[in-house]
């Protein structure tokens, strides 16, 4: 499975950035895909993942500003964060679950003054 995700920047307090990420090479069907973040000295951690049959989970940190959204082909996934706060700074991973776990190389995302 080959994972390429794009969209990572730095942007001000409040801002917004749209993440995407696109699997391909999957044998079998994706359960489950979304984002994970690590940010420096700490673990990695849900931000917000989507079911085969849509159900979205968030990160109580990020509800009500994040928004997952996914392409009608079922896999691509595009992840909207609106308010950004500098506690959202880290890495951002595109995960997929589909056969076993995968790991996109990770974006980085700044949120700074």
């Known amino acids: 499975v080959q994972l390429q995700a794009s969209g990572g920047g730095l942007v001000q307090p409040g801002g917004s950035l749209r993440l995407s990420c696109a699997a391909s090479g999957t044998r079998f069907g994706i359960s489950v895909m979304g984002w994970y973040r690590q940010a420096p000295g700490k673990q990695r951690e849900l931000v917000a993942t989507?079911?085969?049959?849509?159900?979205?989970n968030y990160a109580d940190s990020v509800k009500g500003r994040f928004s997952l959204s996914r392409d009608n082909a079922k896999t691509a996934v595009f992840l909207q964060m609106n308010n950004l706060k500098p506690e959202d700074t880290a890495v951002y991973y595109c995960?997929?679950?589909?056969?076993?776990?995968?790991w996109g190389q990770g974006t980085q995302v700044t949120v700074s003054s």
């Open positions: 995960h997929v679950q589909s056969g076993g776990l995968h």
């Open positions: 989507i079911t085969e049959g849509g159900k979205v």
